[in-house]
């Protein structure tokens, strides 16, 4: 992570959020930008209408909401070319929805903005509020900080860049500013469009001693926490209370935070040519440069040699000096020299019959854009197990967050659900209980490289990064549509079963994979219940959308033939528990899950084939439950309700936090009050 300034060492080590980086300009003569897509509400006539869209592999969200009209309303991550094929299939944008931005030449994307920390402090002299902060824009954003404290105090101020050795290394206040009352939340605001939101914690924030053992502590998530502060989070943990906690390497490390460098070459479709290293960007990908030549001479055969990390491709020529290489021969070319490092083919599914012109030595590029501290190497994934009884002879329960990577607020659910237990283990005799009685997993981020790629790259990435996708498909403007949805990875009521709510479409929003199990990350989350047996409750929480489920969740399209239904009892005790949990919810802020809500998937929502909760309860006997945190808010000006989106504010994030942690630990409650039938 970037340091701040040389005196403030120390402090540096006690940031606790991730640091954007300046995103790369490569050199790319082909177009390499993704489409850009929205987050829209779409409204179908009618149930088989949104059926179509299930069975399209559409990126649809967690929020549906059925209209008095028959209609239905749901959410769905789309571009503009993505909603252009959903029209045929019955899907328009509902009213007062707009449109999917489109890409406008020349328009300068927002700047990214990290708020690295918010403090305040009461001196002899008053209350101070300190921030700081980074944009992707570097040195030249102009940042502003707004902040809102207790009893409506309010005030601004701008941020300075700092500069060091002509390393930009954040922006900060000039000096703590003095408040009126102590500072709550802060805004960082650029001139370049990025805003970040921040609750501002008490400096230095030491712990008071608790002389009566009194008074239960909640509220540890201060941001939003990319995969590497979780960990160090978990780790944290556990260094503190060694003797609640044991930390668990899971045995598959995913892919990593990482991709092939490539480089389109040419004027696309049919003149263009997809480079592709052999290794990783991380891995020396990134230096590879590629320079199409002209002879300048007559009846030259095309020819292609590698002087360091430049491959040089002389281009065929014919009996006038003009050149005649088309794509596919030069594509050709590159694949027949051996020791390049690259791979070549056409673009998309062109033939490449149209001539190549030289091109100028353009660099590869892995697009990946997290700063260089970001791993880029496979990534281990961690699980907290909690308990005084580690050793099977407990109620196991198993939570686990982020399956989709762009739902920000599900693993600080799982987070501060941890720090509730073990800080309040030794002063609060109901959360000694819950310790006492039960052994539990806590995974808060099962796909860290979708994760970090959201973070870094693109907000709204749902899958992991692995690309399975053929040469056609896998130019770098498609990279935002790579990956597999973990969450359709899972081997009962999959995909390759027959069932409904998955895609083979490489790049669907909902790609179940090649294979039952074919990511290391699903594989993890089964691993756990095989190794643990022990485990009999499990909790899988998402966003958005304020739902509670269980099983089943998937159904044969073909008469719609659903998974086996669970008995008339563990129905009822899937919904007597599901009740228990949302009253805890609700306690919070008075946040009610909406009745209609709350049942099996397929009642509820749609089919989702290959879900880990099926697997979870029809392989393992495990109950297992889906949260959807981040329920519609009602708006009292337009008398709607409204979504809150995968990444709210984090205003909105932190309430969410709080009150399903709160849902979580109840959940622990009620597998304390388990016994066998």
């Not at 003569?29 to 059926?51: I, R, Y």
Request: net charge negative; aromatic share 8%; proline share 7%.
């Amino acid at each position: 992570m970037r340091g701040l300034r040389a005196s403030a060492v120390v402090l540096t080590m006690l940031l606790t959020t991730f640091v954007a980086s300046e995103p790369s300009v490569p050199a790319v003569a082909g177009p390499v930008d993704p489409e850009p897509a929205s987050l829209v509400t779409l409204s179908v006539p009618d149930l088989a209408a949104m059926e179509r869209l299930v069975a399209s592999g559409a990126d649809l969200t967690e929020r549906v909401r059925p209209q008095a009209d028959g209609s239905i309303q749901i959410d769905a991550v789309v571009t503009p070319s993505q909603l252009a094929e959903l029209r045929p299939l019955g899907a328009t944008l509902a009213p007062d929805t707009p449109a999917p931005a489109q890409t406008r030449k020349g328009a300068a994307a927002e700047d990214q903005i990290v708020i690295e920390r918010a403090v305040w402090f009461k001196s002899r002299d008053g209350y101070f509020l300190s921030v700081e902060a980074s944009s992707s824009a570097g040195a030249t954003a102009t940042l502003n900080v707004t902040w809102k404290g207790k009893q409506g105090s309010a005030g601004q101020v701008a941020m300075v860049p700092y500069v060091d050795a002509g390393q930009y290394l954040g922006h900060q206040l000039n000096t703590p500013v003095p408040t009126d009352k102590e500072a709550q939340w802060v805004t960082v605001t650029s001139a370049g469009g990025g805003k970040a939101e921040a609750r501002v914690k008490e400096w230095p924030g030491g712990e008071r001693p608790d002389h009566n053992g009194r008074g239960y502590e909640k509220d540890f998530i201060t941001q939003y926490m990319p995969p590497a502060q979780l960990n160090e989070r978990v780790r944290s943990l556990h260094k503190r209370f060694p003797k609640l906690t044991d930390i668990i390497t899971l045995p598959n490390r995913t892919n990593g935070y990482r991709r092939h460098a490539q480089a389109v070459i040419g004027t696309p479709p049919a003149a263009a040519v997809v480079v592709t290293s052999d290794a990783y960007g991380s891995e020396g990908g990134n230096d590879l440069s590629v320079e199409l030549v002209a002879p300048g001479a007559a009846d030259r055969p095309l020819q292609v040699s590698l002087n360091g990390k430049l491959i040089t491709v002389s281009l065929g020529t014919n009996g006038s000096g003009a050149v005649t290489s088309t794509a596919a021969q030069v594509a050709a070319a590159i694949n027949a020299t051996t020791g390049l490092g690259v791979k070549a083919s056409t673009y998309r599914t062109d033939a490449g019959g149209g001539v190549m012109a030289p091109a100028p030595a353009t660099q590869l590029d892995d697009f990946l854009n997290a700063p260089a501290d970001v791993s880029r190497k496979p990534a281990e994934v961690l699980a907290l197990r909690i308990g005084t009884r580690r050793d099977g002879s407990r109620t196991g329960v198993l939570a686990y967050s982020q399956e989709h990577a762009r739902e920000w607020v599900t693993p600080l659910v799982t987070i501060e659900a941890a720090e509730r237990l073990l800080r309040n283990y030794s002063r609060d005799k109901a959360t000694k209980r819950l310790l006492e009685r039960t052994d539990i997993f806590i995974v808060p981020v099962v796909n860290p490289d979708g994760a970090n790629y959201s973070f870094y790259d693109f907000n709204s990435q749902r899958k992991n990064m692995t690309n399975h996708c053929p040469a056609a498909q896998s130019d770098p403007a498609l990279r935002n549509q790579w990956g597999v949805d973990v969450n359709r990875n899972y081997a009962v009521g999959s995909l390759f079963d027959g069932y409904f709510g998955a895609s083979s479409n490489c790049q669907s929003g909902t790609f179940a994979g090649p294979a039952e199990h074919s990511e290391p990350e699903s594989r993890n989350v089964i691993w756990l219940a095989q190794k643990f047996r022990n485990i009999k409750f499990a909790m899988n929480v998402h966003s958005y959308g304020g739902y509670f489920m269980w099983p089943p969740g998937a159904y044969k399209a073909d008469g719609r033939v659903s998974l086996p239904r669970p008995t008339a009892q563990e129905e009822g005790y899937f919904l007597r528990s599901a009740q228990t949990i949302e009253t805890a919810i609700a306690a919070e802020r008075g946040t009610v899950t909406w009745p209609q809500q709350t049942g099996p998937v397929t009642d509820v929502l749609y089919s989702a084939a290959g879900n880990s909760a099926d697997e979870l309860w029809y392989d393992f006997g495990i109950y297992g439950w889906d949260f959807e945190v981040g329920s519609d808010l009602w708006n009292p000006t337009t008398q709607r309700w409204e979504g809150v989106g995968f990444q709210p504010p984090f205003s909105e994030g932190h309430q969410e936090a709080m009150e399903f942690a709160s849902g979580l630990i109840s959940l622990i409650g009620v597998a304390a009050d388990y016994r066998e039938r």
